[in-house]
């Protein structure tokens, strides 16, 4: 029986990465998934704190070509209603940064991925489904489709919605769904994006721009699954007026790319995000929907911290607590993130006036008060830096930088 430190199950972005980071942490790890040949037309946006992370396990240079900068992101109010919160505008330079991140094709990044995969010596790609996992103590046995059988010290479960680790590890999960669709398409423009990203806030969900290389954009337009079908019938040509006219034109003339999408919204959320010798991430764990660019960055916070409780030396074994320690973690940020995205996907959809008012307030302070703007742009890209920064003053008040 073929033996490994760990087992990394499903091969998406988040489990890909997660194998790639542990081999270079000095585990002896499996990445065991089925091939399959996927063609997403998808693009994924990675803030500062996760491009970061990507550079230091030596994949960003590839990655950087196709990779275009999220500079500014602003909010347009786009509904109707009584009342409208105003503009709100975030600049990556007022936190002394060149970009908050960078939007880049998901098949630019898998491509990158699969060839640092093959050519890294700690990695097996095993070409095969999980069947069934029994977990002990002192490990755990996988079974295979085909019922071979292989040992690792500990697993992680990066196998999506329907994780089958979570499964087998009797992990439950609470599930809700939105009455939304996302519609997904990427799109040529007139004018250039200046490196912009526009959220249109509307009655029934966001509608993103967000920049891609040269004069393309990617959209993701959520709006009623009815009007999403009506979407999706239209011609080339009708698509593209309809979102040049959506956008207000402000990047000119658009053309649809072929190869639109739509994604039915809904959220999930583990019980556990890890106990034992099995830990959960990516949307094995937490999952919803596509709202301030929080889905995959989420994910490499699951494997940074994975990452940080598994890097050995070559002689440590995998501790049988990892799984809890690893839950205790992550607990705190992906339930603040899952429910605030909840919340403000919810408050977008809600009629009741309260909530109405209270959405706009809340981005007229954001506008108003520079000091706040600037902390929610932090935590939006670094989970907790501005609390630490925070802490960091109070410890040393009157620390000053030295003169020559």
Known sequence: MNEFDIAVVGEGLAGSVAAFALARAGRKVALVAPQINRQDRRTTALMDQSVRFMDSLGLWDAIAPDASALSTMQILDGTKRLFRAPPAQFRAADLG???????????ALMAVLGEAL?????????DASLEHLDL????????LA?????????????????????????????RWAYPQTAVVLNFSHEQPHGNVSTEFHTETGPFTQVPLPGSRSSLVWVEKPAEAERLLALSPETLSLEVEQRMQSMLG???VEEGVESWPLSSLIS????????ALIGEAAHAFPP?????????????????????????????????????????PDIMTRTFGVDLLNRSLLSDF????????????????????????????????????????????????????
């Open 97 to 107: 940064l060149a970009a908050f991140g960078y939007n880049i094709p998901n098949r």
């Open 118 to 126: 093959a050519a890294e010596k700690n990695i097996t790609r095993i």
């Open 136 to 143: 002990a103590s002192d490990g755990a046995v996988l079974t």
């Open 146 to 174: 085909g019922a071979d059988t292989m040992k690792a010290g500990f697993v992680v479960g990066a196998d999506g919605r329907g994780s089958t680790v979570r499964q087998q590890a009797g992990i439950g999960t609470r």
């Open 253 to 255: 003339k658009v053309t």
């Open 271 to 278: 019980d556990r995000f890890g106990k034992g010798r099995v």
């Open 291 to 331: 709202i301030g660019a929080q889905g995959l960055n989420l994910s490499l916070r699951d494997v940074m911290e994975l990452a940080n409780l598994l890097k050995t030396d070559g002689t440590a074994a995998v501790a049988a607590d990892t799984g809890d320690r690893f839950n205790r973690h992550r607990r």
């Open 353 to 404: 006036l309260p909530m109405q008012v209270a959405r706009a307030a809340g981005l007229h302070m954001l506008t108003a008060i520079g000091p706040l703007r600037n902390v929610l742009m932090r935590e939006g890209i670094e989970p907790g830096r501005s609390l630490r920064e925070f802490a960091g003053g109070l410890r040393h008040p009157f620390s000053a930088k030295k003169t020559g």
